[in-house]
Structures are given as C-alpha cells and as structure tokens.
C-alpha cells in the first residue's frame, strides 16, 4: 500500500519570498512521485515528475523538487513566488503509468501581495 | 490533442435522479481513471481502466456508482440514485502505456451538486 502525507495544509507566504512545500510518502515497492497544481475551478497540471536519475528535479513555473530516499520525501520549492502561484499543490505516488495515483490532501499555496 | 474531454462540466440534479457523467481520454492513451474530490476526503481514487478493462473499483463507494469503458475512446462513471452527499467533482484522467511519459492527464472536471 503507499501513502502521501502533506504537512501543510495551508502555506501563506508574501511575493517574491521563497516557498517550501513538504511532502513524505510510504511505499513498500519503489513508486515514481509527482506534484500537480490546481488553480480554481480548474483540473489538474502536473508540475513535475521523479521517476529515476537525478534526485534534484526541475518542473514548469520555476518549481523544483528534491527526492530523498532516506527520508522518502519529495519536497516541492520555489525561490520567488508570484502571485499567479496561488493555488493548490498536490503531492502524488504511484508505480508507474498504468497503476493509480495516491494522491496527498494537498497544500494550499496563497501567495500575498 | 485536446486533452482528456468530460462532460458535462456542470450537473445539478435532484436526489434520486440518475447521473451520468462521461469522459473521452487522451487518443492513443490505455489507462483512465476516474476521481472524486471533496473538502472532506480529498482527491480519491474511484476506478481505473486498463485497456478497457476494470483493474480496481475498490474505492467504488457503494452500489449506487457504476463505471464503464465500452471502447478505448468513451467512459461513463453513473451514480443511480443520486444523493445529496454524492456532490463533489468528479475528475477524469488518462495515461499513456508504460514508457517515459508516465504521468496521468486531467480533465477538467464535472461538478455534481444533488439537491
């Protein structure tokens, strides 16, 4: 069975600041991790992937996440946030393409003027 | 490609009542998955498809729900009768055979609201 956990669930954060999303998942098989966005009223986007190489991984928007093994997460980080980053982020599992995302309960970024 | 098409986006329909909600995938995709997203629980998994053919209904919530992929291009997901706490949105999501590209793609959701 995997599981996600967002610790946050609401992140208030001003523009321009730096902004970390946390996320720690449990699978006892290897998993691919994912990060979607979700603006209002819409679907969702993903945003970025890991599924083997380089832990270091880059997405659009200027998001990026880091897989750690050891401490299975896979938090999502952005240096300057805008505005336009509001919205909801949501942390993701699976074990690959034609298996099904377990979902985290996701992380309302609001970003302040 | 248009992207993974549901229908309708919007349904407001009386307790009792049947609905149907309907979902095109992604062309070329062999996997659909059907979610449901509340305040309360979150984004769950309801059922997904393999090449037409159901894997897991397991978060299928009762009786009631009822899903179907007659080809690879049409599903339906049917709630018979309909009750108020049934409101929510239903998303629809496509992905291709395994290989690089593995991540699942959205629709855009129908909103159910049974009053």
């Known amino acids: 069975a995997q599981s996600v956990t967002q610790l946050d669930s609401q992140v208030p954060v001003f523009e321009e600041a730096p902004v970390e999303l946390r996320c720690n998942y449990s699978s006892s098989v290897s998993v691919y991790l994912f990060w979607y966005v979700q603006y209002p009223n819409q679907g969702l986007q993903l945003l970025l992937k890991?599924?083997?190489?380089?832990?270091l991984v880059k997405g659009i928007n200027g998001f990026e996440a880091e897989f750690n093994k050891s401490q299975t997460s896979f938090h999502l980080r952005k240096p300057s946030v805008h505005i336009s980053d509001t919205a909801e982020y949501f942390c993701?599992?699976?074990?690959?393409?034609?298996?099904?995302?377990?979902f985290g309960k996701g992380t309302l970024l609001t970003v302040n003027p | 490609d248009a992207g993974v098409i549901q229908s309708p986006r919007h349904e407001v329909t009386e307790m009792g009542q049947e609905v149907t909600l309907r979902c095109k995938p992604i062309s070329g995709h062999n996997s659909l998955f059907w979610y449901r997203q509340t305040m309360m629980r979150g984004l769950e998994l309801l059922i997904y498809f393999n090449n037409n053919v159901p894997i897991d209904d397991s978060g299928m919530p009762e009786d009631r729900f009822s899903a179907k992929m007659p080809n690879a291009s049409f599903s339906t997901l049917k709630i018979q009768p309909s009750e108020p706490r049934d409101s929510a949105v239903y998303f629809c999501?496509?992905?291709?055979?395994?290989?690089?590209?593995?991540?699942?793609?959205f629709g855009q959701g129908t909103r159910l609201t049974v009053v």
């Open positions: 999501a496509s992905s291709q055979p395994a290989g690089a590209n593995t991540e699942a793609f």
């Open positions: 890991y599924l083997s190489g380089s832990t």
């Open positions: 993701a599992v699976s074990r690959g393409s034609n298996y099904k995302l377990t």
